[in-house]
Every structure is written in structure tokens, then in C-alpha cells.
């Protein structure tokens, strides 16, 4: 009974401060995919710093970059393909709208499959409930 009460107030908070986010514009749509809530984005300063701190109450925050001589420099159009880490199926199969990705996903163990300018990275990871979890994917410059 605590899990759904947890899980209840958990939507309905992401639900409230998604919204008053997106009402001030600082935040892209929610979307949903296979009934999980997802967004894309942090395109500019303002819209990336929103999605960093909304992604603290999220169960997952995917940054994307790539390598750089001086510094890393964020991506966006990067093809996604997310599986239960069991499961050849996908849960998600989506192209990036900026070098962020939140995703509502519940614990379990799951394979990432990323790919930017046809190089493909793969990630295995595991969420935990009651959780932020964080993956940073970065991509070697290209010679």
C-alpha cells in the first residue's frame, strides 16, 4: 500500500511541476511511449538548467555529448533503443530533441543502445526506486 501511495504522489508531483515548468516555458512536452512519460530536450541555458533540476525527481537522466579537445559539447538527434535487459523488445525507441532525456522508468535492470552519426554506444544499467539515476554518454571525437 505504501508503494502506490508513494507512486501516486510521485505522479502527481511530476505531473504539477511539469506543469507550472511548461507554463512558464523553461520546460519541453511530456510525451508517452508504451505508458512511459518521457521528455527530450535542454536546448539553452534556461531549458537545461529546468530539465537538471526536474531531473533529480526523475528515475532516469540520460545527458549526451561528445568529445572534445576543450571541453565536451552537447548532442541532440541521438536514435534511442530501450529494453528490459532480458527482453529484445524495445520499451522506447525514440530520436533526441536536445542532450537530455528524462524517463519515468520503474527499477529493473535495462539496456540503452545509442546511436549518433551512425556510432553506437550501449549502456546496461539499473534503476532502483526511490531514486535519481544519472548516465552520461559521450561519444569520442571522430579522426
Given at each position: 500500500?505504501?508503494?502506490?501511495?508513494t507512486?501516486?504522489?510521485l505522479?502527481?508531483?511530476?505531473?504539477?511541476?511539469g506543469?507550472?515548468?511548461?507554463?512558464?516555458?523553461?520546460?519541453?512536452?511530456?510525451?508517452?511511449?508504451?505508458?512511459?512519460?518521457y521528455?527530450?530536450?535542454?536546448?539553452?541555458?534556461?531549458?537545461?538548467?529546468?530539465?537538471?533540476?526536474?531531473?533529480k525527481?526523475?528515475?532516469?537522466?540520460?545527458?549526451?555529448?561528445q568529445?572534445?579537445?576543450?571541453?565536451?559539447?552537447?548532442?541532440?538527434?541521438?536514435?534511442?533503443?530501450?529494453?528490459?535487459k532480458?527482453s529484445?523488445?524495445?520499451?522506447?525507441e525514440i530520436i533526441?530533441?536536445?542532450?537530455?532525456?528524462?524517463?519515468?522508468?520503474?527499477a529493473?535492470?535495462?539496456?540503452?543502445?545509442?546511436?549518433?552519426?551512425g556510432?553506437?554506444l550501449k549502456?546496461?544499467?539499473?534503476?532502483?526506486?526511490?531514486?535519481?539515476?544519472?548516465l552520461?554518454?559521450m561519444w569520442?571525437?571522430?579522426?
Open positions: 500500500m505504501k508503494l502506490i501511495g507512486g501516486i504522489f505522479t502527481l508531483y511530476l505531473s504539477v511541476t506543469a507550472m515548468a511548461q507554463t512558464t516555458g523553461l520546460l519541453p512536452e511530456t510525451k508517452n511511449s508504451n505508458g512511459l512519460m521528455m527530450t530536450g535542454g536546448i539553452g541555458s534556461e531549458e537545461s538548467e529546468a530539465m537538471q533540476e526536474l531531473g525527481k526523475w528515475p532516469l537522466l540520460i545527458e549526451f555529448s568529445d572534445h579537445p576543450q571541453r565536451a559539447l552537447w548532442i541532440s538527434d541521438v536514435q534511442i533503443k530501450l529494453s528490459k532480458a529484445k523488445t524495445p520499451l522506447l533526441t530533441e536536445g542532450p537530455i532525456l528524462l524517463i519515468d522508468l520503474p529493473g535492470e535495462y539496456t540503452l543502445d545509442a546511436n549518433f552519426e556510432r553506437p549502456r546496461n544499467f539499473k534503476i532502483e526506486a526511490a531514486k535519481a539515476n544519472r552520461n554518454l569520442p571525437v571522430v579522426k
